[in-house]
């Protein structure tokens, strides 16, 4: 392989670590903002995205609760049994809850995971990959899916009818990024696939195609509805090497002290 292209943030924060991938600033890199890429110029961001909480409107209705919008609004009673979320073992998405709720919680992992057991107890299911309880939520067969906003927006355009919400406290910024192999043998054509990631045609076309992740590249056209969403997100910025050096160490953690109980 030449280039890494589409992996979460913290998968590139390990192959730097690893010495897998080597910098490369294509030629609009110093539009990218900051927090969207690495300082040595190791991996960048292509899009963003974040976590949200979708819920089965008929279900919230009838149970007589309002959209979730705290995180410990998932703790009530009411959402026991209720809630299908991502196994941390086989998804990346598992990965943003656990770092949102790290975030959200001041950073202060022994109360994030107080929180995670307690959450634990309502769960349902832990599905297997990030938006597997997209379509359980839609046909009512749990109340609230913990997914990223993709899976939302494709939900709601196949016609569920689900309500989307955030926690107050703040969701982890995910990104997905792209970066050069190290001693790529196609080198010269892995750098001109890399600048072309970083032009304005193809960030455009992340709203063209309903890819509903946000561009990187300031000025590149931006899906009303997920702009319109974004607006009531708080966005917490994540360290990407700490999730790169800890990242095993927290899903294990997970299951030895969330799942296994």
């Known amino acids: 392989a030449d280039v890494i292209w589409g992996a979460p943030g913290d998968g590139f924060a390990a192959a730097k670590e690893a010495g897998i991938i080597e910098p490369y600033r294509p030629p609009t890199w110093d539009q990218i903002p900051a927090e969207l890429k ?30 979730p919008a705290s995180w410990y609004d998932l703790l009530d009673p009411a959402y026991k049994g209720q809630i299908q979320t991502a196994d941390a073992r086989t998804s990346g998405t598992a990965l943003t809850r656990m770092l949102s709720i790290y975030y ?27 938006g597997g309880c997209t379509v359980p939520a839609g046909l009512g067969q749990t109340t609230v899916c913990i997914a990223h906003m993709p899976d939302a927006m494709e939900a709601k355009k196949k016609g569920y009818d689900m309500v989307v919400s955030f926690p107050k406290e703040g969701v982890a910024a995910v990104i997905e990024a792209i970066a050069l192999v190290k001693g790529a043998k196609n080198r010269e054509q892995a750098t ?20 509903y992740m946000l561009p990187t590249l300031p000025g590149a056209s931006i899906d009303a509805a997920v702009q319109s969403l974004m607006k009531e997100a708080k966005l917490l910025p994540v360290d990407l090497e700490w999730v790169g050096k800890n990242r095993r160490r927290l899903v294990e953690r997970w299951v030895n002290e969330t799942i296994r109980d």
């Not at 960048?44 to 909480?53: D, E, I, Q, Y």
């Not at 990631?197 to 063209?208: E, R, V």
């Open 192 to 211: 001109k696939f890399i600048d072309w990631t970083f032009s304005k045609d193809m960030q455009d076309l992340l709203d063209k195609h309903d890819v």
């Open 104 to 130: 959200a919680f001041g950073k202060d992992e022994e109360k994030a995971f107080d929180y995670q057991k307690k959450l634990h107890k309502n769960v349902q299911v832990y599905t297997k990959s990030g």
């Open 38 to 67: 690495d300082k040595e110029a190791y991996y960048t961001a292509v899009s963003k995205n974040t976590l949200v909480f979708m819920s089965n409107a008929k279900l919230l209705k009838e149970k007589g609760l309002k959209p």
